[in-house]
């Protein structure tokens, strides 16, 4: 993730679905959602896969201004979420 926000502007990042709840399976999506600051770029998703590069990587990645416009879905989505902006306690030094 440290990557990513030294090449896109990140505001927030989280990870969401079967693998936040713990109760992913060989088939299932890495769901990923990515918000980064204005403005929207074409480029975008392509970089924030190819940065993450995770097996099964389901990324969702919206421009401040897009996601304002889908916010209560947004928020839905990631209810239960894990925020992968926030350091683990004990993990300062990683």
Request: glycine share 6%; net charge negative; proline share 7%.
């Amino acid at each position: 993730m440290r990557e990513l926000a030294r090449l896109l502007p990140v505001r927030r990042a989280v990870l969401f679905g079967s693998w936040a709840r713990g109760r992913a399976t060989a088939r299932s999506d890495v769901d990923v959602l990515v918000i980064y600051a204005d403005p929207p770029r074409a480029d975008a998703y392509a970089l924030v896969w190819r940065t993450l590069r995770t097996p099964g990587l389901e990324p969702h990645v919206y421009a401040e201004s897009e996601a304002v416009a889908i916010q209560e879905t947004l928020e839905r989505m990631t209810a239960g979420g894990i925020d992968l902006l926030t350091p683990l306690p004990g993990a300062e030094h990683c």
